[in-house]
Protein backbone atom coordinates (compact mmCIF):
# COMPACT_ATOMS: atom_id res chain seq x y z
CA UNK A 1 0.00 0.00 0.00
CA UNK A 2 2.58 2.47 0.72
CA UNK A 3 3.95 1.89 -2.59
CA UNK A 4 1.03 3.56 -4.01
CA UNK A 5 0.75 6.42 -1.65
CA UNK A 6 5.15 7.40 -3.11
CA UNK A 7 4.15 7.11 -6.72
CA UNK A 8 1.00 9.38 -6.02
CA UNK A 9 2.74 11.92 -4.35
CA UNK A 10 5.49 11.84 -6.64
CA UNK A 11 2.35 12.25 -9.68
CA UNK A 12 1.04 15.35 -7.78
CA UNK A 13 3.83 16.93 -7.40
CA UNK A 14 5.10 16.05 -11.17
CA UNK A 15 1.75 17.36 -12.53
CA UNK A 16 2.24 20.82 -10.48
CA UNK A 17 5.56 21.39 -11.50
CA UNK A 18 4.36 20.49 -15.28
CA UNK A 19 1.67 22.73 -15.38
CA UNK A 20 4.02 25.49 -13.55
CA UNK A 21 6.64 24.98 -16.43
CA UNK A 22 3.81 24.91 -19.58
CA UNK A 23 2.12 27.96 -17.50
CA UNK A 24 5.58 30.20 -17.53
CA UNK A 25 6.16 29.27 -21.06
CA UNK A 26 2.95 30.59 -22.64
CA UNK A 27 3.29 33.36 -20.24
CA UNK A 28 6.61 33.97 -21.91
CA UNK A 29 4.80 33.97 -25.46
CA UNK A 30 6.53 31.33 -26.46
CA UNK A 31 5.75 29.05 -29.34
CA UNK A 32 2.68 26.67 -27.87
CA UNK A 33 4.77 23.38 -27.69
CA UNK A 34 7.86 24.85 -25.94
CA UNK A 35 6.41 23.78 -22.72
CA UNK A 36 6.82 20.18 -23.37
CA UNK A 37 9.56 20.76 -24.84
CA UNK A 38 11.08 21.79 -21.63
CA UNK A 39 9.64 19.15 -19.17
CA UNK A 40 10.40 16.33 -21.68
CA UNK A 41 13.94 17.21 -22.37
CA UNK A 42 14.43 18.03 -18.44
CA UNK A 43 12.56 14.99 -17.76
CA UNK A 44 15.01 12.90 -20.12
CA UNK A 45 17.68 14.04 -18.15
CA UNK A 46 16.33 13.31 -14.33
CA UNK A 47 15.58 9.94 -15.16
CA UNK A 48 19.22 9.86 -16.55
CA UNK A 49 20.49 10.42 -13.70
CA UNK A 50 17.52 8.61 -11.51
CA UNK A 51 18.10 5.26 -13.12
CA UNK A 52 21.85 5.53 -12.75
CA UNK A 53 21.71 5.77 -9.50
CA UNK A 54 18.73 3.42 -8.71
CA UNK A 55 19.35 1.29 -11.84
CA UNK A 56 18.97 -2.22 -9.69
CA UNK A 57 17.57 -1.36 -6.52
CA UNK A 58 13.75 -1.52 -5.88
CA UNK A 59 12.38 1.04 -3.26
CA UNK A 60 10.21 3.69 -2.61
CA UNK A 61 12.07 5.99 -3.47
CA UNK A 62 12.58 5.36 -7.28
CA UNK A 63 8.46 4.71 -7.71
CA UNK A 64 8.27 8.30 -6.54
CA UNK A 65 10.76 9.98 -8.69
CA UNK A 66 10.60 7.42 -12.08
CA UNK A 67 6.61 6.17 -11.75
CA UNK A 68 5.40 8.94 -9.73
CA UNK A 69 7.42 12.52 -10.56
CA UNK A 70 8.38 11.58 -13.98
CA UNK A 71 5.37 9.68 -15.08
CA UNK A 72 3.47 12.80 -15.13
CA UNK A 73 5.94 15.58 -15.62
CA UNK A 74 6.51 14.08 -18.77
CA UNK A 75 4.18 12.99 -21.33
CA UNK A 76 3.74 11.61 -25.01
CA UNK A 77 0.46 12.06 -25.34
CA UNK A 78 0.76 15.89 -24.93
CA UNK A 79 3.60 15.68 -27.63
CA UNK A 80 1.55 13.78 -29.68
CA UNK A 81 -1.51 16.12 -29.64
CA UNK A 82 1.04 19.35 -30.57
CA UNK A 83 2.49 16.74 -33.55
CA UNK A 84 -0.98 16.59 -34.47
CA UNK A 85 -1.15 20.42 -34.61
CA UNK A 86 1.62 21.36 -36.48
CA UNK A 87 0.31 18.83 -39.20
CA UNK A 88 -2.97 20.49 -39.19
CA UNK A 89 -1.88 23.79 -39.42
CA UNK A 90 0.35 23.14 -42.10
CA UNK A 91 3.80 23.43 -40.49
CA UNK A 92 5.62 20.53 -41.92
CA UNK A 93 9.15 21.73 -41.31
CA UNK A 94 8.52 22.79 -37.46
CA UNK A 95 6.93 19.33 -37.30
CA UNK A 96 9.36 17.63 -38.49
CA UNK A 97 12.65 19.57 -36.61
CA UNK A 98 10.20 19.11 -33.08
CA UNK A 99 9.91 15.65 -33.43
CA UNK A 100 13.56 15.32 -33.88
CA UNK A 101 14.64 17.20 -31.02
CA UNK A 102 12.28 15.33 -28.82
CA UNK A 103 13.46 11.98 -29.81
CA UNK A 104 17.10 12.95 -30.47
CA UNK A 105 17.54 15.64 -27.23
CA UNK A 106 15.82 13.09 -25.30
CA UNK A 107 17.90 10.29 -25.96
CA UNK A 108 21.13 12.53 -25.62
CA UNK A 109 19.88 14.16 -22.29
CA UNK A 110 19.13 10.45 -20.75
CA UNK A 111 22.56 9.72 -21.89
CA UNK A 112 23.99 12.47 -20.20
CA UNK A 113 21.98 12.35 -17.09
CA UNK A 114 22.92 8.33 -17.00
CA UNK A 115 26.33 9.64 -16.62
CA UNK A 116 26.15 12.53 -14.59
CA UNK A 117 24.67 10.15 -12.03
CA UNK A 118 28.36 8.37 -11.49
CA UNK A 119 28.45 5.13 -10.41
CA UNK A 120 25.65 2.97 -8.91
Do not use: C
Amino acid sequence: MKKYLYISLGAMIGALLRFSISYAAMAAASPFFMGTLIVNMLGAFIAGVVLRKYHAREGHLRDFLITGLLGSFTTFSMLTYEQYLLLSYGEYYIFLTYLTINIVGGFSLALLGWKAGGSR
